[in-house]
């Protein structure tokens, strides 16, 4: 790859240029300062002071965030107002002051650097989340102890578009700045689960995280064109690059015409097959976009992101609510609601978890419900209770084991009995269905069809532990994959299995969003796509032009293929004759909604 190229993780789709504004979003420099014991109660003081000035920005910021972007995201800080706030923390600097007469920000950057050490090289992804909340609200402590300008404020007014580079992106920048005079953002830390980037998804500002190497690249006034779906980064684009991203916005453009033209006609190939497309909602604001742009019920919910930022878990009731209020947006449809998938890189402040050195392959998901039945209880009673009037089913993530189905099984039966005898309106039972994301669960796919109600394949995962690939990891982006042999012949036996059960089998992985290898799984017979909603248009559009025999052809050839790149070619070579390959190849720059070019 061109060194002009860096390479991150997309994590919010578009094509976003400009000249980059550098943000040294960073610890600043504290002189070692001293002070005599005449000064004690002063810095005390200015301590205290300096916590009420970081406390009252912190909620300004939340007050912000609820306007722009909803309640929800809004409790991101939260957890760093009860941080900053912290007794316990703030009485030991105080105490650091009093008896080491050190400074307030001696003092405090003193605790901060202990609180990280005991905190960090654990590999914990929860221990990382609180890290960058400490990180933000140290920071801020320190500059108002220094007496320096607050970056963010600043930033709420940049001259022009800009694209933002940091090393760590806070949500609190993410939200703030002026949609108008912003590009894109850029950052060396985060993934596509780190809440910058789950903001700046819902708000549809082009990101590319994961960019390790951002800040020695790039200065402020560098050009950027960053693609937030293929996580590139081009520096200084000469005007042969602008000219092809030029042309790939006028492409998109006509191309979104087109897609707009199909929009009320049903998902079908040219050769009659019927194809169902779902939505998968991770945020509320996202059902809205999944109605209009047409979903048939959504086959995905996240509902662990109902913990995002959050101190305390979502009580019964407000689950049911969330539930019910998906359901009803679809009265016609299945909304499949996944149990908590927490654990790997998904364990919020909410939720205390052990240190583990491989939390992939750890206490994760319907391992950490089943082992926390006052979690998993008020979840299937809340699901329960929205199932009443509406078309609600449960998934469970993760399953590796016949059990693990058997065990909720029962717990379901006991809650429906105990909210039955309440008197208290639920379903009496539920579809219950199961996550394929394990090669586990793939192999013993035809016990698992035995005990359960339908199939939905998670590819992301299945894609990471079949080939034993972080998905995470950006260094390994290249070899993570579902377009590998191996994990399409998984896919195959795990359709194969269910229709010797007669079971559903969907998809809600990435892989089903993607053009390509959505033409793979439409050829290996899977006939239900659940995608995120922003790609739910473009894949009906898609679907519309490929004839099924197109498909079927390249999902036979690709489950005899040496490797990944021979299976890229036969998808292609089966894809071209149909639609231009330009539009569909995630790899390329495609720039979606918010181009500036
Ligand atoms: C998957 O693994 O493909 C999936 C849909 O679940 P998640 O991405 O939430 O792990
Ligand atoms: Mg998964």
């Given at each position: 790859m061109s060194e002009r190229v860096l390479r991150g993780i997309?994590?919010?789709?578009?094509?976003?240029?400009?000249?980059?504004?550098?943000?040294?979003?960073?610890?600043?420099?504290?002189?070692?300062?001293?002070?005599?014991?005449?000064?004690?109660?002063?810095?005390?003081?200015?301590?205290?002071?300096?916590?009420?000035?970081?406390?009252?920005h912190l909620e300004t910021l939340r007050q912000r965030v609820r306007e722009r972007a909803g309640a929800e995201e809004s409790n991101i800080f939260e957890a760093q107002i009860l941080m900053a706030r912290d007794p316990e923390f703030i009485g030991a600097c105080e105490h650091l002051i009093r008896k080491n007469l050190l400074s307030a920000e001696t003092a405090y950057e003193f605790k901060a650097l202990e609180v990280r050490v005991a905190w960090s090289g654990t590999g914990n992804m929860r221990l990382r989340e609180r890290l960058a909340d400490l990180s933000a609200v140290q920071i801020r402590m320190l500059r108002v102890l220094l007496g320096e300008q607050d970056d963010e404020l600043e930033l709420s007014q940049p001259d022009g578009p800009v694209v933002i580079v940091a090393h760590e992106l806070s949500p609190g920048l993410t939200v703030q700045l002026d949609r108008d005079r912003l590009a894109g953002l850029v950052s060396e830390e985060g993934t596509r689960t780190s809440h910058a980037a789950i903001l700046a998804h819902s708000l549809g500002i082009p990101a590319v995280m994961g960019v390790s190497d951002a800040l020695s690249h790039v200065r402020t006034g560098t050009v950027?064109?960053?693609?937030?779906?293929?996580?590139?980064?081009?520096?200084?684009?000469?005007?042969?690059?602008?000219?092809?991203?030029?042309?790939?916005?006028?492409?998109?453009?006509k191309l979104e015409l087109e897609v707009e033209s199909v929009a009320d006609l049903?998902?079908?190939?040219?050769?009659?097959?019927?194809?169902?497309?779902?939505?998968?909602?991770?945020?509320?604001?996202?059902?809205?976009?999944?109605?209009?742009?047409?979903?048939?019920?959504?086959?995905?919910?996240?509902?662990?992101?109902?913990?995002?930022?959050?101190?305390?878990?979502?009580?019964?009731?407000?689950?049911?609510?969330?539930?019910?209020?998906?359901?009803?947006?679809?009265?016609?449809?299945?909304?499949?609601?996944r149990t908590y998938d927490l654990g790997g890189d998904k364990f919020p402040v909410a939720f205390e978890a052990p240190v583990e050195a491989n939390p992939f392959l750890g206490w994760r998901s319907i391992r950490v419900c089943l082992d926390h039945p006052e979690v998993f209880r008020p979840q299937l009673r809340a699901l329960l209770r929205g199932a009443v009037h509406q078309n609600l089913r449960a998934m469970l993530p993760l399953v590796t084991r016949v059990d693990e189905i058997r065990r909720t099984r029962a717990i379901l039966e006991e809650e429906a009995q105990l909210l039955a005898r309440a008197g208290i309106p639920a379903a009496a039972t539920i579809p219950l269905g199961i996550m394929m994301?394990?090669?586990?669960?793939?192999?013993?796919?035809?016990?698992?069809?035995?005990?359960?109600?339908?199939?939905?394949?998670?590819?992301?995962?299945?894609?990471?532990?079949?080939?034993?690939?972080?998905?995470?990891?950006?260094?390994?982006?290249?070899?993570?994959?579902?377009?590998?042999?191996?994990?399409?012949?998984?896919?195959?036996q795990v359709m194969d299995a269910a229709r010797a059960h007669g079971i559903e089998c969907g998809v809600c992985?990435?892989?089903?969003?993607?053009?390509?290898?959505?033409?793979?799984?439409?050829?290996?017979?899977?006939?239900?796509?659940?995608?995120?909603?922003?790609?739910?248009?473009?894949?009906?559009?898609?679907?519309?032009q490929i004839p099924y025999s197109a498909c079927r052809a390249a999902a036979h050839e690709a489950l005899d293929a040496d490797g990944p790149a021979e299976v890229d070619a036969i998808l292609k070579h089966h894809v071209s004759p149909h639609v231009d390959l330009r539009l569909v190849d995630p790899h390329g720059p495609l720039p979606a909604r918010g181009a500036r070019t």
């Open positions: 997309g994590v919010s789709p578009g094509l976003a240029y400009g000249p980059a504004m550098v943000v040294d979003w960073r610890f600043p420099d504290v002189p070692d300062r001293g002070i005599g014991p005449d000064q004690v109660d002063a810095e005390i003081l200015r301590l205290r002071s300096a916590v009420e000035q970081v406390v009252r950027l064109l960053i693609d937030g779906s293929s996580g590139n980064v081009l520096l200084d684009p000469d005007p042969a690059d602008l000219r092809e991203a030029s042309t790939q916005v006028s492409r998109r453009r049903p998902s079908e190939t040219p050769d009659g097959r019927r194809v169902q497309l779902m939505a998968n909602v991770d945020l509320p604001e996202e059902i809205d976009l999944a109605v209009r742009s047409g979903a048939e019920g959504v086959g995905l919910v996240r509902t662990e992101f109902m913990l995002t930022g959050r101190t305390m878990l979502p009580s019964e009731d407000d689950q049911a609510d969330y539930f019910r209020r998906v359901a009803t947006a679809f009265p016609r449809y299945p909304v499949t609601i994301e394990t090669p586990a669960a793939a192999v013993i796919a035809d016990r698992l069809a035995q005990e359960c109600d339908f199939f939905s394949v998670g590819t992301n995962d299945l894609t990471q532990y079949t080939l034993a690939v972080d998905r995470g990891n950006a260094r390994l982006a290249s070899r993570f994959t579902p377009q590998d042999p191996a994990v399409v012949r998984l896919l195959k992985g990435e892989m089903a969003s993607e053009p390509l290898t959505a033409v793979l799984l439409i050829g290996l017979d899977y006939t239900s796509l659940s995608i995120a909603p922003p790609s739910l248009r473009l894949l009906k559009w898609l679907i519309r």
